[in-house]
């Protein structure tokens, strides 16, 4: 639990290696400042492996973008290779980015949050963390 909670807290630490000019873009992204987002979460790896106590959360916060068909990033990892903690932040990720308002568009209803997050669960996303996910949601426990 500790460790997920941290993982949670820290899988975007690569992000201070990506300059704010691409973070905060409010228009679409060229080729290569989207190449160069997508390296955040190797940056990840390499900072929380120079930290000895966070060594252990590396790899999961690491694969916050990775996807169980194979198709995301930074590894390009699938279900195999996934964890149920990287699994938990790969959808828990998701549904944060979704429910807040970004300099590109505004927080989405929690009700189109839960539909996008649906449509991926199976292929792309684990299917027992959306469920759960749904569930807390229905109890109104998020
Ligand atoms: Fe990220």
Redo the contacts with the bound molecule.
Sequence with gaps: MRDQRRAGLL??IG?LGVSNRILDKPGPLTPKEHARIKK??GLTYEVLMRVPPFRTIAEVAAS??EKLDGTGYHRGMTGEDLDLPSRILAVT?IFDALSQGRPYRPAMPMERVLGLLKEESGEKLCPRCVGALDDLVSKGEL
Excluded: A, G, L, V
């Design positions: 899988h975007d992000k955040h979460p916050h973008h990720d």
